[in-house]
């Protein structure tokens, strides 16, 4: 409150007061000074005091003559003190009502006062129910939307098969660069320290009962079948599949979607169809990529610090692994290609118009795709097994 | 009507220049808005309209010239003093820029809760109020903008604009993208709001309706410039090519035959 503030005019604000005082069987009800915003708080304790006040007489008077100010906030304390009395069934009057604020008062008189919230369920137990429910029948939901974009995108590779010149070609290269070229530094470097840190493992522990050359089994039968394309997949789920999901689910919320839909274009097959076939694509190609890393970082580690020799290594990975090992790692892999993107097409069509719900669907997108990818994973090491590979 | 020099002049521009890179948008710019009026604001797409908005808000940095609202110099004004001014202004912005992770009710509160240490009950009220203000129901309350129509969006922003019930109210394109019954609705709106809680707005727009039912003077932005400012009547009369295209032309004949 300095002398600079009450030069600027910005300076509106000052004390405000409500005083009471009885008169012949009447309540006279003073408002002064300034019946603001920066008074609310204040003010609604006054208000709501005055208005709690025991056995009030038949008559209550409220004088607003003294007051310098009047905002919403005033205003509406003003109406809520005349409601209080007037619910009690006393006679409530205004005195000294300025023409500046009537206009005010009037509009907030017709106001109803009980905000409508919405009521919650109290019952801890019934809410649980509730939620494990919800959460069930969201469950199978989002599996059955998932087999529809598969459905669709099914029916836009037959269609395209069909008419091969439709196919976004240059869309798909695009996207190839920025999931697979792009991705190829951080996979080979994550591989091959993967591939460094399980040899230095195995050394340390098969040493004890002088089977340090089986690590060479371990590393060329665990990258070639189970790491390689987990890790892959796992890197390709958070770096592409999020991005997939957020670039879908903005123009989602953007309403490009519906627009390319309205000009009779079929968003799966625009967007989605090259998208998933990029990931087709770079997934066995950074699986193989990285699987070599692994093996690389493996057998650098057992020489440098098992003393195998490179050509022992060599010669003892042949023995070790055979195509098969190979083959179930690469068969693998376009199957995952194809969940992460899948999950990350339907989850950024999901995306509603706030940012929260693209964040939200951007996160599911890449925990239900690593979560499948590790559950598909399973599917196919038994599945192998049953075939003896 | 009172006369020019009675008025108290709430916000005062001289000599704004501003620019980004090599082009200049504005070059010594000059307004003034006086207290409790509408002040429409117009000029052709690109013109600088709303970076002229921007500038006067805090959200574009200007290269030259002297920006005054309530009578702060805004360019010299500490950060305290500045947001206390900040505190004074509503600014409905085109799209209505709600949070979309928040409910209405939130949105409208949003401002509240940051500046004054109020009950829930108390904000509820409030909030509730506001919305009735601009003419919504409390039934929106628990609704999120993404479940909103655009005029309700608009509504909502106002809503919000005058959550603290401030004394000037930034419009920018407030009824744009609504179909003209809406628009002629919010225009009302605009009008009474202004009445009741003796607001002075600040409005770009393009709407020749809005410009002829609710703002008391005209202010046009042409080469850089304000090449004029004034009451409806002024931009009728003025000979300027510009404004007699744009308050002559096609759109504008049945304003100029009724008026």
């Known amino acids: 409150m300095s002398e600079s503030d009450l030069k600027t005019g910005i300076m509106t604000s000052g004390p405000a007061t409500l005083d009471s005082s009885t008169q012949d069987g009447r309540l006279e009800l003073a408002a002064a000074g300034y019946w603001t915003a920066d008074n609310a708080g204040k003010l609604e304790r006054l208000v709501d005091r005055a208005a709690r006040m025991r056995r009030p007489p038949k008559q209550v008077a409220i004088d607003l003559r003294a007051i310098k100010r009047m905002d919403t906030y005033g205003a509406w304390l003003v109406e809520r003190l005349q409601r209080a009395f007037s619910e009690r069934g006393c006679e409530t009057t205004f005195v000294g009502m300025q023409e500046t604020y009537s206009a005010l008062m009037e509009e907030l008189s017709h106001i109803q006062r009980t905000p409508a919230r919405t009521p919650r369920d109290a019952h801890g137990l019934l809410r649980a129910l509730d939620l494990v429910g919800r959460a069930t029948v969201e469950a199978m939901r989002s599996l059955l939307l998932l087999v529809n974009m598969l459905g669709s995108l099914v029916a836009a590779i037959f269609r395209v098969l069909i008419r091969p010149q439709t196919f976004r070609f240059t869309s798909m290269v695009f996207h190839l660069e920025r999931v697979g070229w792009r991705a190829v530094p951080i996979i080979l470097l994550i591989t091959f320290l993967i591939g460094a840190i399980v040899a230095q493992q195995g050394i340390f522990h098969f040493r004890r009962f002088g089977a340090d050359v089986f690590v060479i089994d371990l590393i060329g039968v665990l990258v070639l079948r189970e790491l390689g394309v987990l890790i892959v997949c796992i890197m390709v789920a958070g770096r592409s599949g999020s991005s997939y999901t957020a670039e879908l689910g903005s123009m989602k919320m953007r309403e490009e979607v519906d627009a390319l839909q309205t000009m009779g274009f079929d968003p799966v097959e625009v967007l989605v169809l090259p998208r998933i076939l990029a990931l087709l694509i770079a997934v066995p190609t950074l699986t193989f990529l990285g699987s070599m890393s692994a093996l690389y970082g493996g057998g650098l580690v057992c020489w440098l610090y098992g003393g195998i020799e490179p050509d022992v290594f060599l010669a003892r990975l042949r023995d070790a692994i055979s195509f098969t090992h190979f083959q179930v790692g690469m068969i693998k892999a376009p199957f995952m290609a194809l969940i992460i993107g899948l999950v990350a097409a339907n989850e950024g069509m999901l995306v509603k118009g706030s940012a929260q719900s693209l964040g939200q669907q951007t996160t599911s997108s890449v925990v239900k795709s690593i979560f499948l990818v590790i559950v598909v994973d399973g599917v196919f090491a038994i599945v192998f097994a049953s075939l003896g590979m | ?259």
């Open chain 2, 1 to 259: 009507m009172m006369a020019e020099e009675a008025k108290e002049v709430v916000i005062e521009v001289r000599d704004l220049t501003v620019g980004f890179g090599r082009v200049t948008i504005l070059d010594s710019v000059a307004l003034d808005v006086f207290r409790g009026e509408v002040l429409g604001f117009v000029g052709g797409s690109g013109a600088g309209k709303s970076v002229l908005l921007r500038t006067i808000i805090g959200l574009i940095k200007k290269r030259a010239g002297r920006i005054s609202v309530l009578g702060v110099d805004m360019g010299k004004a500490g950060e305290r003093m500045r947001r206390r001014v900040e505190r004074r202004w509503g600014v409905l912005f085109q799209q209505g820029a709600l949070f979309s992770s928040l409910t209405v009710r939130q949105n409208v509160q949003f401002p509240m809760r940051e500046y004054l240490d109020l009950s829930d009950r108390l904000l509820d009220e409030i909030a509730v109020a506001k919305l009735a203000m601009v003419g919504l129901s409390a039934d929106v309350c628990e609704k999120f903008p993404s479940e909103l129509s655009g005029g309700m969006i608009k509504r909502v922003a106002l809503a919000r604009a005058l959550a603290l019930d401030p004394e000037i109210v930034f419009l920018d394109e407030p009824t744009s993208g609504l179909d003209p019954i809406s628009a002629a609705d919010f225009d009302q709106l605009i009008r009474t709001l202004q009445q009741t809680l003796g607001l002075t707005v600040f409005m770009v727009t393009h709407d020749l309706d809005t410009l002829n039912t609710v703002c008391d003077r005209i202010a046009v932005l042409a080469d850089r410039k304000i090449i004029a400012a004034g009451p409806m009547s002024t931009m009728l009369a003025s000979e300027h090519p510009w404004l007699r295209s744009y308050f002559h032309g096609k759109r504008a004949r049945a304003i100029s035959q009724s008026g």
